[in-house]
């Protein structure tokens, strides 16, 4: 059995905030399990199986999963290492006031169509504000019920995210990809590798994964280790170390890649969300 831990960092009328780190112990699908309330879960570090009936979504970094409530689903961890997430819990009225009536669905009880939507740098930045923030205690209550309202609402803006529409053959090989991509994400892998993990030819799978995630393969991988840069920043102080255990060739391409989705650097990440001194 997977071992759980679950952090409070925030509860209001408007939003409840937990943090939620799983050991991944449990390798194939779990027991059973119902959410009490509709939430938003952003991985940010690791990977896991959510299996909603005959719907699987692969849960990294990159995406934001729907829990809807009362609905039941399983996990499961076909990569060792565990994962964590932020769950968010929006108060109902709120959340349907933010929700897009098309991704809603129809029905007495307020739930999402789909199981899950691929989030943009800048959402992937405010989960991170707002775990270190809330983590270290360093910020307002008024700052992060506004982070977790912009954070939401970009998470289901049609020009912030995206919602994936494959076959179930297609989204599979793409789902097969992402857990070799989270398998090791340092790994400088090549195309033709990643190809033959899948079982298809190199020229196929980057037809496939661009159709379904709407990103070249490339980009996908670079915003996986990306994200977890923002996990790690409150951990190294050499961010030369940092850029070149996740994969990077160097620190300028670590930075300047960093930048380029975020709208900042490394270091002035670490100050902006006071990680350091400045």
Not at 27 to 55: I, Q, W
Not at 212 to 226: D, F, I, K, W
Not at 235 to 246: H, M, V
Request: contains cysteine.
């Amino acid at each position: 059995m997977s071992q759980f831990s679950t952090a409070l960092l925030l509860q209001t009328k408007t939003v409840a905030i937990r943090d939620i780190v799983c050991d991944g112990g449990c390798r194939h699908k779990g027991d059973e399990e119902c959410a009490h309330k509709t939430s938003l879960v952003y991985p940010y570090r690791g990977v896991f199986m959510r299996h909603v009936g005959r719907n699987d979504t692969v849960a990294e970094a990159n995406q934001m999963l729907f829990f809807n409530a009362d609905q039941g689903y399983r996990i499961s961890h076909p990569i060792e290492g565990g994962d964590a997430c932020v769950d968010l819990a929006i108060d109902e009225t709120m959340l349907e006031e933010l929700a897009p009536k098309d991704q809603v669905q129809r029905g007495a009880a307020f739930s999402f169509r789909r199981q899950r939507r691929r989030i943009d740098p800048r959402a992937q930045a405010l989960v991170a504000l707002l775990r270190h923030g809330l983590r270290r205690n360093v910020a307002e209550t008024l700052e992060a019920e506004t982070l977790a309202l912009t954070l939401v609402r970009r998470s289901l803006g049609e020009r912030t995210s995206h919602a994936a529409g494959a076959s179930a053959g297609r989204q599979k090989l793409v789902d097969r990809a992402k857990l070799v991509l989270s398998s090791d994400l340092a790994r400088r892998w090549t195309l033709s590798e990643i190809a033959a993990e899948v079982g298809v030819s190199p020229v196929y799978l980057t037809q496939v994964f661009q159709q379904v995630e709407a990103t070249p393969l490339y980009r996908y991988q670079l915003r996986l280790r990306l994200a977890r840069a923002l996990d790690l920043l409150g951990q190294y102080e050499d961010l030369t170390a940092l850029g070149l255990d996740l994969g990077f060739s160097s620190h300028s391409h670590f930075s300047a890649s960093f930048k380029q989705s975020f709208g900042q650097t490394p270091a002035e990440f670490q100050r902006s969300a006071r990680l350091r001194r400045k």
